[in-house]
């Protein structure tokens, strides 16, 4: 078999992305406190990016001006200042019992026997969670080491609710522990606060609770034990005659029931709230609206002069390594610059165009939103609809009709009888105001709801309005039936 080498020529077309644009990209889809990190993160990284002083020394130059004004004004005669000066020279004080303390022994604060009582390791950093609550009861018990064993295992498959998420089963298989064990440890923790703890459904759930508090209400327990598919499908007037009792008692029981926790553990939850801070403010000014973006506590970066003319000193023979680590970290910081400032130039196109679009929902509310897609904003700045998709994403728009996402401003249409699309966001908020005015003892049908719509010209179908209503969280309205 014989070897050859031969020469083939090849032409081929190839999308590559440059570092430059894969870091622009990344910049462009990060909201404004994702932003600021990675600023910080690169100030620590790059030494040739350096915050700009110019404020900063701005205002430094100006207090000093003012402090001078003011000590002329106060001082009128410089001659007993100079002589005065003279008097207090470094020389003349007694800088080693000042700094006594300092030098010799460390600093030393002055803490009262007050303060010595808590000590900062005694500091609480976050209030316990749910975890912590049945961990601490649990170390608190005088249950056996192996129960409590099994007990952490059991905390551990506690859901933020206070439901067990895990069978005896597979606690057992876990050890391997004994049944019987595994039983006393379920036990131990359902016993713990919160009552209800520990349960693997509702209607264990509620069990527990009725155990502990000894509710004297008649046929409480019966009907969450024996007759739980009836009470849960609403079947009330079915489950009046199988008890034998008028729906007055029956009323009663329910309220009784509904009084109970269905999610005891939500009371030791540690999630905290969230603050969204808008990337962009829409502002109006007489009868235009202004956007203005939100760059309050962005570093303004710029390159350390230092290392440029460094640079241009350097041989580059001689110290070849450390210019092209110079040049390096140049072309960083300045690749990182300009993706900075061509972000924010999209996002300002972006949020004009939106403000364009949907003027009259600025102006009137919501009922005059209009149907938007990526592909209207994008041929309007003359963008890729992928470049408007990272835009919008997590970031907010602080208008005068309150904070929303950008992503909240695009939305289909339906069609109506006058011609124009009208917004499902407005569909969505009719539905909902007819279902909050209507009769609880007769609520609204999807079916009906679709024919009010229609009868106002906007056609929909009923699984729209099913699905409609189903992404507001509203129930249907068998289950949004009062009996009582």
């Known amino acids: 078999m014989a070897l050859e080498q031969k020469l083939h020529l090849k032409l081929s077309q190839k999308l590559i992305m440059t570092p430059s644009l894969q870091q622009a990209i990344k910049l462009l889809q990060l909201s404004k406190l994702e932003l600021q990190e990675v600023l910080n993160q690169e100030l620590l990284e790059n030494p040739l990016l350096e915050e700009s002083a110019e404020e900063v020394k701005a205002e430094d130059d100006a ?42 022994y460390g600093y030393n604060p002055r803490m009262t026997e007050e303060h010595d009582e808590f000590p900062i390791e005694n500091t609480l950093t976050r209030p316990p969670n749910l975890t912590d609550h049945l961990t601490w009861q649990l170390n608190m018990s005088d249950a056996a080491p192996d129960v409590k064993q099994i007990g952490y295992f059991i905390i551990g498959n506690i859901d933020e609710d206070g ?10 298989a876990a050890g391997p522990w004994p049944a019987e064990t595994v039983e006393k440890a379920v036990k131990a923790i359902q016993s713990l606060d919160p009552i209800g703890v520990g ?15 000894e509710l004297d209400v008649p046929l409480v327990d019966v009907i969450i034990r024996d007759h739980w598919n009836e009470f849960m499908q609403r079947k009330f007037v079915q489950l009046a005659k199988t008890l034998t009792i008028d729906l007055k008692t029956l009323e009663g029981i329910v309220e009784a029931i509904k009084h109970l926790d269905p ?35 962005m570093p303004k970066l710029r390159i350390n002069s230092s290392y440029r003319s460094m640079l241009s000193s350097m041989d580059s023979k001689s110290d070849s390594e450390t210019v092209n680590y110079i040049k390096d970290k140049i072309r960083s910081a300045v690749w990182l610059i300009k993706s900075l400032d061509q972000r ?11 403000v364009k679009h949907q003027r009259e929902f600025l102006e009137k509310g919501i009922d005059y939103l209009r149907p938007l897609v990526l592909r209207d904003v994008a041929d309007d700045i003359q963008m890729h609809e ?28 339906i069609d109506s009888d006058t011609g124009e699309d009208i917004s499902s966001l407005t569909v969505k908020k009719k539905i909902q105001s007819y279902i909050e005015a209507e009769d609880p003892r ?43």
């Not at 079916?447 to 906007?458: A, C, R, Y």
């Open 344 to 354: 924010q130039r999209t996002i300002y196109k972006v949020a004009e165009s939106i």
């Open 442 to 484: 007769k609520p609204l049908s999807d079916s009906k709801i679709m024919k009010i719509l229609n009868d106002e010209g906007i056609n929909i179908a009923r699984r729209t309005v099913a699905k409609y209503r189903d992404e507001l969280n509203i129930p249907s309205s068998t289950d949004r039936k009062q009996i009582f």
């Open 63 to 104: 207090e000093a001006e003012a402090q001078e004004k003011s000590q002329a004004e106060e001082d009128p005669k410089p001659k007993d200042d100079n002589k005065e000066k003279e008097k207090d020279s470094f020389d003349e004080i007694d800088y080693d019992a000042y700094f006594q303390d300092y030098i010799e």
């Open 163 to 172: 439901y067990l998420r895990a069978t005896n089963p597979e606690i057992e």
């Open 199 to 213: 349960a693997r459904d509702l209607r264990e759930c509620l069990l527990l609770q009725l155990d502990f508090l």
């Open 386 to 413: 992928s470049t408007v998709s990272r835009v919008v994403s997590n970031k907010y728009m602080h208008t005068p009709r309150g904070l929303f996402l950008m992503k909240y401003f695009f939305h289909s249409g």
């Open 263 to 297: 999610k005891p553990g939500r009371k030791y939850s540690d999630e905290r709230a969230i603050y969204v801070e808008p990337d962009v403010y829409i502002q109006k000014v007489g009868d235009e609206y202004v956007i203005v973006l939100n760059e309050d506590g």
